[in-house]
């Protein structure tokens, strides 16, 4: 623990993974009690308000983001190509019989 540096000692504090002198702790699990879980449905419908609260891209920023990949991965492919042809070109030369 003596390569943790203040901060990090304090989030582990604050988190209840250290004691006072800094020492490894062992929070106790929590267990959720029976009445305390919840079934199918409540969690689908929780599930639902999260997904609400994201923000989604829209369709022109999904639309820039996909050519932009698209391109990068044309672009390196065809990179990749023309080096692997370089090589096998000058690998060819090498051992070429004489």
């Known amino acids: 623990m003596d390569d943790l540096n203040r901060e990090q000692k304090r989030?582990?504090?604050?988190?209840?993974?250290?004691d006072?002198?800094?020492k490894a702790t062992r929070?106790?699990?929590?267990?959720l009690k029976k009445d305390q879980r919840v079934g199918a449905?409540?969690?689908?419908?929780?599930?639902r308000e999260e997904?609400?609260?994201?923000?989604w891209?829209?369709?022109?920023?999904v639309t820039r983001y996909s050519i932009v990949?698209?391109?990068t991965v044309v672009f390196y492919t065809a990179l990749v190509g023309g080096f692997d042809y370089l090589f096998?070109?000058?690998?060819?030369?090498?051992?070429?019989?004489?």
């Open 11 to 18: 989030q582990l504090r604050k988190m209840g993974a250290l």
């Open 20 to 22: 006072e002198d800094g």
């Open 27 to 31: 929070a106790p699990r929590q267990q």
């Open 41 to 47: 449905l409540q969690y689908l419908r929780e599930v």
């Open 51 to 55: 997904m609400r609260k994201v923000a």
């Open 57 to 61: 891209p829209k369709r022109p920023e």
């Open 69 to 71: 990949v698209i391109i």
């Open 88 to 98: 096998g070109q000058v690998s060819e030369w090498f051992y070429r019989p004489s």
